[in-house]
């Protein structure tokens, strides 16, 4: 083994040793409404945000890009791409002047996929790592979390499959656990992606829970009518902002709304009461079971 790569596989070690240390406790629920800011790509979106807020009643701020990971949004020599775009909203403020001005409560940050080529190519660990470190110059009890999403509908290796995996894998073992090798208080893990799988699984185990039959029902539509295999539609968005609302403010999202308005301020198109309570239930659990997300279980 190389010098190179015994340095890495002993960063990752330690790092997965300082995880199992510092999530050993579970976070102290926060007393209100949090300040929020995300960092990230399409996959967070306007709309997933929005809708969190209005469960929640907190005020937010986000900057985005097309495909953007997190060393990309760190160097200012590497383009965003999709910057202007997807920043024009009233939403938007600067990536290092919010972070780096200890406003926020929390910082929800999340990398590009195919992660796999985020960790081989974008510096992930690094770039996690580097933004946790400005946040905490700024303010020391800013909450940082990493956001796990998902990879296209059909992919080759399997949908579920990768989602399975891919948290220990790369989310953790690749990103999550190096960061923290260098940073003196824990990331927190929003598992997006293993609400996912899990609410999928509960369907598929029911045949059906109304409106949703398979997991495409989660996935936008093309303009040609064909679906969208990696981004979400209105009921995607609810349940991945449910997941965010669970882990940011450990509560349990049963019984919340699921009437919401997009970040347009047009109506969402709303789960049907059954989907909700589903939705609800599973982010619950699957929250609960994860000890990095900092929520009690």
Not at 30 to 38: E, K, N, R, T, Y
Request: net charge negative.
């Amino acid at each position: 083994m190389g010098a190179g790569a015994l340095w890495w596989v002993q960063t990752r070690r330690k790092g997965a040793a300082r995880a199992e240390a510092l999530y050993a406790a579970p976070l102290t629920p926060p007393a209100g409404s949090l300040q929020v800011f995300h960092l990230g790509h399409s996959l967070v979106g306007r709309d997933m945000p929005a809708m969190l807020a209005q469960l929640a009643g907190h005020d937010y701020a986000s900057q985005l890009g097309w495909g953007t990971s997190l060393n990309e949004h760190w160097d200012p020599d590497l383009p965003v791409n999709g910057f202007v775009a997807e920043n024009a909203h009233d939403r938007f403020q600067p990536a290092r002047e919010a972070v780096g001005s200890g406003t926020y409560d929390a910082v929800v940050l999340t990398e590009m996929v195919e992660i796999a080529d985020a960790v081989r190519y974008h510096k992930s660990a690094e770039a996690l790592a580097n933004w946790a470190d400005t946040a905490w110059q700024a303010n020391p009890q800013t909450r940082i979390y990493l956001y796990e999403t998902w990879h296209h509908t059909n992919d080759p290796v399997g949908w579920l499959a990768r989602l399975d995996g891919d948290l220990e894998t790369y989310w953790q073992a690749r990103v999550l656990h190096p960061a923290l090798a260098r940073t003196d208080a824990p990331i927190y893990l929003i598992p997006a992606g293993q609400v996912m799988a899990a609410f999928a699984r509960r369907v598929a185990g029911q045949g059906a829970i109304a409106e949703v039959s398979t997991p495409e029902d989660l996935f936008a539509t093309n303009d040609d009518g064909t679906t969208d295999t990696i981004h979400l539609n209105d009921l995607g968005h609810y349940l991945v902002a449910l997941t965010h609302y669970a882990v940011l403010y450990h509560r349990s999202p049963v019984g919340l709304p699921h009437a919401l308005m997009r970040a347009d301020g047009t109506p969402a198109t709303a789960p049907s009461p059954e989907v909700a309570r589903a939705m609800q239930e599973t982010v619950w659990q699957v929250v609960n079971r994860h000890p990095e997300t900092g929520v009690a279980s």
